[in-house]
């Protein structure tokens, strides 16, 4: 009969609290939550300041005037709203209608551009009620009274 003691169990075991648990970190600490904050506002700035100048006017539409006529006739625009257009004439100054100049005259809303041969022009038509308002060319091709001359600016 043996007297040594029997060994204890608890010696030898090995349990989970022999093993450190690995330091759990969290997946999105302060510290990189606060470089994507940083990197954000450096990025948002940079677009920011890269922005194209606000004070650039941009045509929304062309309009092409000729002997022919207006293309399109009729020109549409969004009601109560401010809107550009850039007038194309293609025509050369060898016309001897007008010289191969053009105009666009929108009497309702006081609007009267001209533009030169081979150029173009932009044009700001102020902000409208919605309706239909007349334009032509009293330049060329017996003027505003020549339907060619006539278009329909459609404000909606
Ligand atoms: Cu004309």
């Known amino acids: ?25 969290p997946a999105f600490g302060p510290r990189l939550v606060a470089f994507l904050v ?5 990025v948002g700035g940079a677009v920011w300041l890269l922005r194209p100048p606000a004070a650039t006017v941009r045509a929304e539409q062309d309009v092409t005037v000729t002997m022919s006529g207006f293309t399109p006739g009729d020109i549409t625009v969004a009601a109560n709203r401010v809107a550009t257009i850039r007038l194309v004439n293609p025509d050369s100054n060898m016309h001897t209608d007008g010289g191969g100049v053009h105009q666009l005259a929108i009497p309702a809303l006081g609007v009267d551009i001209k533009v030169q041969p081979r150029s173009e022009a932009l044009v700001t038509i102020p902000a409208a009620a919605p309706g239909r308002y007349a334009f032509y060319c009293d330049v060329c091709c017996g003027g505003k009274e020549n339907p060619m001359m006539q278009g329909t600016l459609i404000v909606g």
């Open 38 to 42: 940083i990197v954000v506002l450096v």
């Open 1 to 25: 009969m043996s007297s040594q003691p029997k060994p204890s169990a608890s010696c030898h075991q090995h349990g989970p609290r022999g093993r450190r648990a690995p330091a759990r970190q």
